[in-house]
């Protein structure tokens, strides 16, 4: 990151504000909204700005107002759903449009945009990933397994992190002993990252 940040100051104008707005959501840095308003208002054509921007209302606590600007990337990125594209500024509109849904305490909501991620992009992982959180959420624990299931088999790469998705998702599900036994087990394992999101989740159950 600190690399991307000196190198920037070389590059052109929108190639700049594009990286020091991803250092920015990186960081979750208050200089991010100013820069996603500057790309919207240089360079309006270009859907990373408003994805940007959007972004930075959710960090700030607008929701609603997040939505707009993430409704103008998915519909200006739409082709990004085939998979043809290097980068898919239209998945990450979509995801935040569900995360506002979710913050806005509109569990219906955002469980209709997880679908129409699903319906667009049927064999992305994250897509079915982000439904099966949102399905828990609601507390459709079997539907939510099934998502998470489907998400393994697309990617079966990322099975190692599955049974700290499962304990969060019996932790909304109240099912907080047969969680916690599961969060010990990983405990147990190798990997740095799966043992923080295990005491992590340890602590909330």
């Not at 993430?70 to 990450?92: I, K, N, Q, Y």
């Not at 506002?100 to 129409?116: C, I, K, M, W």
């Amino acid at each position: 990151l600190a690399r991307a940040a000196r190198l920037a100051t070389r590059a052109t104008d929108r190639e700049r504000l594009t990286i020091t707005a991803t250092l920015a959501a990186r960081r979750d840095e208050r200089t991010l909204q100013a820069i996603a308003e500057t790309l919207v208002v240089r360079y309006p054509a270009e859907v990373e700005g408003y994805v940007f921007a959007g972004v930075a209302r959710i960090n700030g606590g607008d929701f609603a107002g997040a939505l707009p600007l993430l409704e103008r990337a998915v519909a200006m990125d739409s082709l990004a759903f085939t998979g043809e594209r290097a980068r898919c500024a239209a998945c990450e509109a979509i995801r935040s449009i569900v995360t506002a849904y979710q913050h806005l305490d509109s569990l219906g909501e955002a469980e209709r945009q997880a679908q129409r991620w699903v319906r667009l992009q049927p064999r992305s992982p994250e897509a079915w990933r982000t439904l099966g959180e949102v399905l828990s959420q609601r507390g459709r624990l079997n539907d939510a397994f099934a998502a998470l299931r489907r998400e393994g088999e697309l990617d079966p790469s990322n099975v190692a992190v599955e049974p700290t998705d499962i304990a969060s998702y019996r932790i909304y599900a109240g099912d907080y002993e047969q969680a916690e036994q599961m969060l010990r087990g990983q405990l147990e394992g190798v990997i740095e990252s799966q043992k923080r999101d295990a005491h992590w989740f340890l602590a909330l159950s």
